[in-house]
């Protein structure tokens, strides 16, 4: 195709982000490799590549005024009154005598190349530094150009790009400027305007005015403008993707008066967070929107009870609810909980790979002969059918991916969907990371929580940990010692489980009944040992982060963490959160193998210094930036161009909102919304649903 064809037939968005760059006017084969280093490919490409910087360039000085500030580019009109050469590095490059009639500076062009039309007597606008040398003012030439034509390097407030070798910022305002009009033609669609964030203008505008800003309060509005867009963009899209389309069902849920009762027969009252997030859950149980929440709350905060009373209400109103569990330990240590709190209450039944009596569970939840049914993967088997399946419960969700939740989902109809996690993320993310879902947080610790005790220490000082251990088991406690990999590391340095295990034992801890787990272990084997330790008869237990989730063992005081600067600050959390609960004393000791690097000692700092999740989660954000703390490629974020998902969270949060608006008001909207897709779907590669 040749390009003025393209130009005249260039109606829809779609058009203008596909069309690649190279039949712009001013690109050349030359310049297309040049911006594709860039990722430069197409014109929408081109027109969002924003400025990195701004500078003020409308205000003319003189040479007087501009040695004031010999560290700041000003604006001078000058003439040229000389031209000489100057050697530098070899190499010889024509240097400009210039003169405002004060004062002559000398002004090298290190491009080696004069422009053409610079002679002596001609006017031109230099954008430079000045400042008083010994051999008079010298001028280091930002962007220079003739005086009298239309200004391109001044006389406003000028975009600056980060370059390439090869491209100026001349040439990329040039090639922004040419396409700009184009553009604005081209970009007739907007977010409908009730969608809009307040004191935003209309986005082709805010383009324009991000590489050619009027003013800099405009400038703000058109960022604004841009970073909401791509914010409500991704929002959209994502919502689409991830949230049912349908959130409606029939009320079906309208006592709550056994839950209630049940609640005053627990062992301990209920924190304040617990009571306003079951308030939040039974709001949504009992309105005719279908639930679709996220409970977050730190290890040991208590969300397991809030969970099952949850259920309670849906089996109160006749229903069945799921909880499905990660591992088999955790799936039956929540059925043991949930015998032991709902009593008479409602029938519990356990389902996992290895129950005894598989055929009749599911014979039970088909005919409805159980309220409650816990399990792990096998509740997902095609052999598993509801006979009236309420709700869906999630624990420690981030370990099943969406598609087996969805299985879950599908097992009734319009199922209340309930995730719960503990990993621990900062607030200012939630809605970027898990926008599809509803947000309720636990806060708050039952009461008596002592925060664990931490100390960070090396491998020399490792018999005083198992001293330590050795002291508790005296008392009649338990512990765990944790190990970052099984065995056979490809690593000669680390030490390993299977290994140490054996050492430990015979160094530290002898006569002392200790047991090992690790996930490459039979299941039955595995769950042998757990047992074991659960009822007191092991008083230590060895294991890798497989122990990291959800296990509660109240007599188990101290973790003694080996390697510890191969784990993560959230597993770290997570693995101290297994001591330190019902009101007991906790311990655990970070044991650092090698040489601790700055990031790995900054961890260790602020594990001893605070025993908040949410804390040690923004901390952990910046330390290693959001990148990396999100691994973005994995969360499946994409990379957006203007917005940043921590600075304009306050953005994310209006997007989210008016995204969830647009998609619940208007399905003429979302036709519309349609042809955007493809340009969006362009616009944001990695947005893959992958949470
Ligand atoms: P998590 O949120 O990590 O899943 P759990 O639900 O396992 O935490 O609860 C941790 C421990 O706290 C359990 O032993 C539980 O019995 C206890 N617990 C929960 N809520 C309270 C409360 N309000 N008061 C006292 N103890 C509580
Ligand atoms: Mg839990």
Not at 48 to 55: A, G, L, M, V
Not at 225 to 248: G, H
Not at 573 to 592: E, I
């Amino acid at each position: 195709m040749i390009p003025g064809m393209i130009q005249r037939t260039m109606s829809t968005i779609k058009d203008l982000i596909e069309q690649d760059v190279k039949f712009s006017k001013g690109v050349g084969p030359y310049f297309e490799e040049i911006l594709a280093k860039k990722r430069i490919h197409t014109l929408f490409d081109l027109v969002t590549f924003f400025p990195r910087d701004y500078e003020d360039r409308t205000k003319m000085v003189t040479i007087t005024e501009a040695i004031t500030t010999p560290d700041k580019n000003a604006v001078v009109l000058v003439e040229i009154a000389g031209i000489e050469s100057l050697t530098v590095n070899f190499r010889t490059v024509p240097k400009l005598i210039v003169t405002d009639g004060d004062h002559v500076a000398q002004a090298p062009l290190f491009s080696g190349r004069m422009p053409k039309g610079f002679e002596v007597g001609v006017q031109v606008v230099i954008t430079g530094k000045f400042k008083r040398g010994f051999k008079g003012v010298q001028c280091s030439i930002s962007e220079i150009e003739l005086s009298g034509g239309t200004p391109a390097s001044y006389g406003r407030i000028v975009a600056l790009y980060e370059l390439t070798a090869g491209l100026s910022q001349k040439k990329m305002r040039a090639l922004i400027h040419q396409q700009m009009t184009v553009i604005q033609r081209a970009l007739k669609y907007d977010i409908p305007s009730p969608y809009k964030l307040k004191g935003t203008m209309c986005y082709a505008d805010a383009l324009a005015e991000m590489h050619e800003p009027a003013a800099f309060s405009s400038l703000e509005k058109a960022k604004r403008t841009i970073i909401f867009e791509e914010f409500f963009t991704f929002q959209t899209m994502y919502l689409a993707a991830n949230r049912p389309p349908v959130l409606k069902k029939a009320p079906r849920y309208s006592s709550i008066v056994r839950m209630d009762a049940l609640k005053r027969t627990l062992p301990y009252t209920l924190t304040g967070a617990q009571e306003r997030v079951l308030g939040e859950l039974t709001a949504d149980l009992m309105s005719d929107r279908q639930m679709f929440r996220l409970l977050q709350g730190d290890v040991g905060s208590g969300k397991t009870i809030v969970a099952l009373l949850a259920a309670m209400v849906v089996v109160e109103n006749g229903y069945q609810a799921a909880l499905l569990a990660p591992t088999e330990v955790l799936a039956r240590q929540h059925a043991a909980t949930a015998r032991k709190l709902l009593g008479d209450n409602a029938v519990i039944a356990l389902l996992t790979g290895t129950s005894d009596d598989r055929e009749g569970t599911t014979r039970d939840i088909a005919e409805k002969k159980c309220d409650i049914i816990i399990g792990t993967h096998a509740l997902l088997s095609e052999t598993v059918s509801f006979a009236s399946l309420g709700l869906a419960i999630i624990d420690e969700q981030q370990r099943f991916g969406v598609d087996q939740r969805n299985v879950l989902l599908s097992k009734g109809s319009n199922v209340d969907y309930l995730l719960m996690t503990a990993t621990p993320i900062p607030r200012s993310l939630t809605m970027t990371l898990f926008g599809e879902l509803d947000l309720s947080v636990i806060d708050e610790m039952p009461p008596g929580r002592i925060p664990v005790k931490t100390k960070s220490m090396g491998l020399a000082d490792r018999s005083h940990c198992y001293q330590f251990l050795k002291s508790r088991i005296a008392k009649g406690e338990q512990g765990f010692v944790v190990f970052p990999v099984i065995s056979e590391s490809a690593d000669d340095e680390i030490l390993t489980l299977v290994d140490e295990y054996h050492t430990v034992c015979a160094d530290y801890l002898f006569n002392i009944p200790a047991g090992m787990v690790h996930g490459r272990m039979p299941a039955p084997e595995r769950d042998g040992t757990m047992a074991r330790f659960a009822s007191g008869e092991l008083k230590v237990l060895f294991a890798t982060s497989l122990i990291e989730v959800g296990i509660d063992i109240p007599n188990a005081t101290t973790i003694i963490i080996e390697g510890a600067e191969r784990f993560g600050l959230s597993q770290l959390h997570q693995l101290r959160g297994r001591v330190g609960r019902n009101g007991r004393d906790g311990f655990c000791y970070l044991v650092n193998h090698g040489e601790l690097a700055d990031i790995a000692s900054a961890r260790m700092k602020i594990m001893c210094e605070t025993n908040d999740g949410f804390k040690i989660a923004e901390t952990d954000l910046e330390i290693r930036g959001p990148g990396e703390f999100l691994g973005v490629k994995q969360s499946g974020l994409p990379e957006f161009k203007a917005g940043n998902i921590i600075r304009d969270a306050d953005i994310m949060r209006d997007a989210r909102a008016a995204a969830l608006r647009f998609l619940a008001d208007t399905p003429a909207g979302i036709a519309d919304f349609n042809a955007r897709r493809d340009y969006l779907a362009a616009h944001l590669q990695s947005a893959e649903p992958n949470v």
